[in-house]
């Protein structure tokens, strides 16, 4: 068979184009890391001012120290009603706070941060929401940054805000609840658990498959993620049943 050159041809399939590697090694042991955890599953403090569900890039501050009863969702992109039973589904202060008392993780940040990822101005994540936030963990003194979304498009804003992260020098790994999404975008590690959307972190109400989430994720930047890209399955599985 003869190929032909045909030039100016485009092909009618859409071919998404994956962004080019961003990389920051870990040069630490976990228990010296601090640690920071972001989401962009609409979590806020009940105080603070709502998000838009129609479409938001702005952020919330949320302390590492606030009792995790004073948070709550804002999300119109996906059932909130995991997060509503115990926020620790999505962003697991109280298990990151438990693992600086055993000694497993060094500290944590003093701020963690939360955005609405569903609908969000792509180019805003990139050029404002990612450098900004990048930019204030990293004045923490911040080693390693995990993050979790919610909604298909949640998943493309967390990870650009990752991507941001890892580019300012810290290691980053999204814990996906839809890691295809994650690795089109660029995340640069991505660990993938067997929960639905909302529950990333793990089943609410179930401190030790959340706690398994959080060390497994934490082994694998530490020990096993060698180059950007990877994607580790965990064996954990949880199904909501609406």
């Known amino acids: 068979m003869k190929l032909t050159v045909v030039e100016g041809m485009q092909s009618e399939i859409f071919v998404p184009v994956t962004p080019s590697p961003v990389w920051s090694e870990l040069k630490k042991p976990l228990n010296e890391c601090r640690v920071a955890f972001i989401t962009a599953g609409g979590i806020h403090q009940k105080t603070q001012t709502p998000y838009d569900t129609s479409g938001d890039y702005t952020y919330r501050v949320i302390p590492s120290d606030i009792p995790t009863s004073e948070l709550m969702v804002t999300h119109g992109g996906f059932d909130n009603s995991d997060i509503n039973k115990d926020v620790n589904a999505m962003l697991p202060l109280d298990r990151l706070r438990e693992l600086v008392a055993e000694g497993f993780i060094g ?136």
């Open 107 to 242: 500290s944590l940040a003093g701020e963690m941060y939360g955005f609405m990822g569903g609908g969000g101005n792509v180019d805003k994540f990139r050029t404002e929401t990612g450098p900004e936030i990048a930019a204030k963990l990293k004045a923490q003194g911040v080693d390693i940054v995990l993050c979790t979304g919610g909604c298909g498009t949640c998943h493309r804003s967390a990870t650009i805000v990752t991507r941001c992260c890892e580019a300012a020098g810290m290691s980053c790994c999204v814990i996906a609840a839809l890691p295809p999404i994650a690795k089109q975008q660029g995340a640069p590690r991505i660990t993938a658990p067997h929960v639905p959307i909302g529950s990333n972190a793990g089943e609410p109400n179930n401190p030790g498959m959340q706690t398994a989430i959080l060390k497994d994720t934490l082994n694998f930047i530490a020990r096993e993620a060698d180059h950007y890209g990877m994607c580790k399955v965990l064996p954990y599985e949880y199904r909501h049943n609406v």
